[in-house]
């Protein structure tokens, strides 16, 4: 079973590992196009310049898109964070650091879900839906932990699926990040 979880654990890492890296790609190298275009009316839409934190002036648009990616960062950051403290847990059987990575992770999905995609903007709801599956597979992961069954086949089939759900999300929404 330890080794399924060590495998698993190198899995998730090299999958999640680049949502720093992408992000940040993102953020660097311009995807406020896909942005602009699917802000529809939104406020965020007006052509005012605004100042970043350096003092340079930019389009609202441009400014909004690079606040919307750090808080997209922040949030993939931790869901990182909780799932590595899930599997962990798992392998080392320490059940409080399972329930808590598990309910940064249902805690965040509802976070994510009212944040912009990075790329593939007119998918946004097969993007809310992997954010729900996150939610729930975490939710029912804690609820089979909690009930001492953390190792069963319960809680593997929905640490799975919370796998599931970032690999597929990832696949469609992250953007490549940009060699360097």
């Known amino acids: 079973m330890k080794f399924i979880l060590s495998l698993l654990t190198l899995f998730a890492l090299a999958v999640l590992l680049g949502t720093a890296q992408a992000g940040k790609g993102a953020a660097d190298h311009g995807h406020e196009d896909a942005h602009n275009k699917s802000a529809g009316s939104s406020a965020h839409n007006d052509a005012a310049p605004r100042a970043d934190s350096a003092g340079a002036i930019m389009p609202h648009g441009v400014a909004q898109h690079m606040k919307d990616m750090e808080a997209f960062r922040r949030a993939m950051a931790a869901n990182f964070a909780g799932l ?31 944040l912009r995609p ?63």
């Not at 029912?140 to 593997?156: I, T």
């Open 84 to 114: 590595m403290g899930m599997i962990t847990g798992l392998i080392y059987e320490r059940g409080e650091a399972v329930v808590a990575g598990a309910r940064v992770l249902a805690s965040h999905a509802e976070e994510i879900a009212k």
């Open 118 to 180: 990075p790329k593939n903007t007119e998918r946004i709801e097969e993007y809310r839906y992997y954010a729900f599956q996150l939610e729930q597979h975490s939710l029912h992961f804690v609820k089979s932990v909690e009930e001492k069954n953390h190792l069963s086949e319960v809680a593997g089939y929905h640490l799975g699926q919370v796998v599931n759900a970032c690999v597929s999300c990832h696949t469609i929404f992250r953007p490549k990040a940009a060699a360097r």
